[in-house]
């Protein structure tokens, strides 16, 4: 998980790039949207926190044993994980 000074940086990034594109045009005032990007981040983050959390536990109740770290570990994660991603996209 990020800590909330990385958040609150990103948001500020992210807030300037905004600001700058010919693309966007703010109908809220900076505070606000400034806040909404601050509330997209944190929900975003801790989907996916909850999301490893599932993928760790599926992956910990395979009989086999997969060791965490392992060439095989990693491959099912990503795997698992962009499953799970998929499911939560849906909803």
């Known amino acids: 998980m990020l800590s909330e000074d990385k958040v609150s940086h990103l948001s500020h990034v992210i807030l300037q790039v905004l600001k700058k594109s010919a693309l966007v045009t703010m109908k809220a005032d900076e505070g606000r949207v400034l806040k909404e990007i601050k509330r997209v981040l944190a ?47 849906k909803t």
């Open 43 to 89: 929900s975003e983050l801790a989907q996916e926190e909850q999301i490893d959390r599932t993928v760790k536990a599926k992956l910990a109740s395979y009989s086999r044993g997969i060791v965490e770290g392992s060439a095989e570990w990693d491959v099912l994660y990503r795997k698992t994980f962009e499953e799970e991603s998929r499911k939560h996209a």
